[in-house]
Each structure stands twice: as C-alpha cells, then as structure tokens.
C-alpha cells in the first residue's frame, strides 16, 4: 500500500514508554535525529512495538510547523 | 524559545512551490530524508522561505503515525 | 505494513478536485458516509487517484474530535 | 451551529476507556466501521458520555491521509 | 451539540481569502487576537463564510504545541 | 525563531495536570479564554511548566476547525 502521507521514516524503534491509555514511542531514524510519536495503547499492541523493531515514522505535510 | 513539540528536525530549505493560498516547503534535514511541509502562503512570506535557507522542521509527537 | 492510526475505513474514490498545490479526494466508504481528504498534489499524483480506485481513508485516533 | 470540518459522522459510543488524563472513545458508525477518538478526560466527563449515547466523530479533511 | 474540542472562542471573521480548493478564513476572537484557519472551499461555501460573521474557532487541545 | 505556524497566543499557564505520560497544560490567554493543550510530559518536563508561567499556546491554521 502506497501513503497519501508526504513524509515517511524509516528507523528503529529505541523507546516505547506505555501510559494508562497512550504509549509513547521512539524511533531512531537516523542519527542524532530520533522521532517522538504519541499513540494509543490498542495501537502499541496490535503493532507489537518494542525496542530494536524496524518502523517507519509517517507524518502528513499539513501537521508540519516551519521555523525559521 | 523552547517547544513542546517533540520533534524538531534542522534543515536546509531545498523547495518552495507556491499555491493559490497555500504553499509546499520542503527541508532536506538529513540525506535522503526530506521533510515536506504545507503551509499558508502568508506564512511562507512572513518566513521569506527560499532555497537554501536554514530551516527546522517541527512535529508534534501526537501527529505522528507509526507503521510496521 | 500495520499502521497505529486506529481508523482505516476502505471504500472508492468518488471524486478527485486538484487546485494549485492541494488536492481534495472524496472517499465513499459506505453508503451514505463519503469521507474528504485534503492531500498535496503531488501526492494525489504518485498514488494516481482517480474514480473509482480502491482507495483507504486513514485516520489517527487523537485527530477525531466528538460531538454529542 | 454548522462546522467546517467535512467528515462528521453519526454513530452510537460502544467503549469508553479512562486513562490518567486522557479518554479513548469508540463510536460505532456503521457495522463494521467503528471510529477511535482519543480525547481529554474532561471532555470525556463534560460530555458525559457512555456506551449507547448517539454521538458525532468530526474529522477534518486536512486531517485524512490517503492509502491505495 | 456539545463538542469534546477543548478550545471554541466565539469571534467575528474579518478575513475569508478563497484559493483554488483552500479558503484561509480569519476570525477575530478578541483584540488583538486573530485565529487563522485553512479550510476547504466546500465548508467555507457550506457555512456561506463572510467578514462580519460570528464564528467559533474550534481547536482540540492535541493539536496545541506550548512554547516557552 | 519565527513559526510558520499562524496562531500564537501570549498567555499565563493557570493548571498543568500530569497523567501517566500525557501533561494537560491550560494557558489563560485573556479572560476568559483558556487555551487548553495536552502535550507529552516530557514536554512538560522539559519546558518546566508551572502555573504562573508565561507561555506561548501555538496552533497551525489547518488544525482550526470553524463553526457557525
């Protein structure tokens, strides 16, 4: 399956950090660059995320802020 | 300023493809990772983003989706 | 490839309406539900939608705001 | 009152689970399509919502990504 | 219908700036406050969108960054 | 820095309310206004948010939703 979703990272899961309802994980995407994501619980099972997986990080262009 | 974006990628602008009221950044924050970014032409002004230009690109941890 | 976005609603693409940058796509997931999306161009072109394409509308959890 | 977000979607809550601070809700839309929404505990409680109440999933077409 | 979103302030639109598929709608929420929105054409039509409208700005707490 | 983002409101943060891994910061933009936003507590942490505090609440324009 092809993503609408302009933005796709490929990396390895180093942290997954599992709240009452959320889990937050981590994926290493390329050194020193390492991408936070907030996800449900349901989602960090049904994927059975943990350290070493490979994920991808998938990020529409419409959520991105452009500092400068 | 600090943000509480968990996502906060350094980058060089390497496109600007403007739109009617919305404009297309992209930031090449790592090879081959590019981040694209969609923005409102008057950010895109106020920011004077042009190719070449440093730039960070911030992403919330919550809009981030994980895929495996 | 397993996704974390909790919402993942199948159907066929109904409409395809390009502007200058954004393209807004109507997905008919089940009658009388059509679901909008609104996606870069250049996005729209890679995954070459058009009418009548087996087509997936995906939706993260924390996006969805409920009304009662 | 009218929104403009372009995906509202009627269906009856099946689940309501409390986390810390941080609700996940399921409106189920249409057998089988069941909408997850993660939202605050106080709206949770402001809404005050429970399985069986009829209630609205509101998504932004902005929102979508598009799989094929 | 109440809505989960944990941010509606009620303001005046003073701008609506129409694009090929986006409109950016500007609503005056208190001065010297103005919220910006992209939304699509189709919902700007729908809710026949002109300067001088009372309007709520909508906006789900998880779509908040803090800066500090 | 400047943001692309195009709503940011100078507030004074009046509640932060830590759950298991998500912080619900309220930032008194201008009575009445509150701006509520759920962030990571990480987030939270790192920013080192306390009611008293000064702080900027930043939303992109394509996360509005407006109603009528």
């Excluded at 995407?29 to 995320?49: F, M, Q």
């Excluded at 350290?51 to 991808?56: E, H, K």
Aim: proline content about 1%; cysteine-free; overall charge positive.
């Amino acid at each position: 399956m092809k993503l609408s979703a302009r933005n796709q990272l490929q990396g390895i899961v180093s942290e997954v950090r599992k709240g009452a309802v959320t889990t937050i994980v981590k994926i290493d995407v390329k050194h020193p660059a390492v991408i936070s994501a907030s996800i449900t619980n349901e989602a960090a099972d049904e994927l059975g995320l943990k350290v070493g997986d490979q994920a991808l990080a998938i990020i529409k262009a419409s959520e991105v802020i452009v500092g400068k």
